[in-house]
């Protein structure tokens, strides 16, 4: 089955079905070289209590690799100035998403971790997928010289946080399935996109408009299942990472997305904790445009 119980009920609650979905347990050619082709990967893992975290994992081309269409080998671990450090374990799930920012090419892999060492890990893909281009914003990507600086613990937003949200245009989101929901579970992450401002900050609560993706809805089916949540935001000027952890609730009310244009619902994030990470990535990504149908959404209207 390609959709556990949790997103097959919420296809069921917007009235769509994608029962047959190009969801493989093997990865074909083309998603196995163009991982290998890329400088950074995007990950998704837990932490010792089951939280998601969502972090980026970075190389010279060719750090990752796929010695078989149902493998996948990452030259990578998360540094110990990550929360996401010690994470990567053997047995446990974790998702992994590339995108070329270049021509909004997107692939998935999902699976688990198969063997792990001191520089490296190994995944069993369990299941495959590509994504479409949508609200991806393209960007020239370049490599800058590495230079972290002392890692940011966040008990809620401070002024920096705020301004790296207020200027996004790109976040990540990772989630894992409740247990119980049969094999099609796992750990995952996806990629949001809109134009800046449209994740919204009211407190430590954030609301995100969700758009009209693929139809396969696996971040709603596992929040709708597993509340709790991860994003990543990077800035793509100054290589600054900010990592949240909080819980999610979806509001299915049709008149909830009438204030955002674009949206066909809404969900909101409770902070938990955080991490502002300054420079820890050598991605840096010079602006382009936006995506065709980024440019169709709106931005948030008042009401009442």
Not at 85 to 91: S, V, Y
Not at 128 to 133: E, I, L, Q, R, T
Not at 263 to 291: C, K, M, N, Q, T
């Amino acid at each position: 089955m390609s959709f556990h119980t949790d997103e097959l009920d919420v296809q069921a609650r917007v009235g769509v079905s994608t029962r047959s979905a190009g969801i493989r347990d093997f990865m074909p050619d083309q998603h196995r070289t163009f991982f290998a082709a890329l400088p950074h990967v995007f990950l998704a893992t837990t932490d010792a209590e089951g939280w998601p975290l969502a972090t980026l994992l970075e190389g010279e081309p060719g750090f990752v690799s796929s010695p078989d269409p149902r493998t996948l080998h990452i030259q990578a671990l998360p540094g110990s100035d990550d929360p996401a450090f010690g994470t990567i374990r053997q047995d446990h799930e974790v998702g992994l998403l590339g995108i070329d920012f270049g021509t909004r090419r997107r692939n998935r892999a999902n699976g688990v971790v198969s063997a792990v060492d001191a520089t490296a890990f190994t995944v069993a893909v369990k299941q495959s997928f590509g994504n479409c281009p949508q609200y991806i914003q393209r960007r020239i990507a370049s490599r800058a010289v590495a230079a972290a600086e002392r890692v940011r613990r966040l008990e809620s937003l401070d002024n920096d946080a705020r301004g790296l949200i207020a200027r996004a245009d790109t976040f990540f989101v990772a989630s894992r399935s409740r247990a119980g929901v049969g094999p099609a579970g796992g750990v995952d992450i996806s990629h949001r996109g809109g134009n800046p401002g449209f994740v919204r900050i009211r407190g430590n609560v954030l609301s995100i408009p969700d758009f009209r993706g693929n139809r396969y809805f696996n971040t709603l089916g596992n929040l709708l299942g597993e509340p709790r949540a991860a994003l990543l935001f990077p800035d793509f000027e100054s290589g600054d990472l900010l990592q949240l952890q909080g819980e999610t609730t979806i509001d299915w009310n049709p008149a909830a997305a009438d204030l955002f244009e674009g949206a066909e619902r809404i969900w909101h994030f409770r902070i938990a904790r955080g991490w502002l990470r300054p420079r820890a990535s050598v991605l840096r990504g010079a602006f382009v445009d936006y995506s065709p149908v980024t440019l169709r959404t709106g931005t948030w209207m008042a009401r009442g």
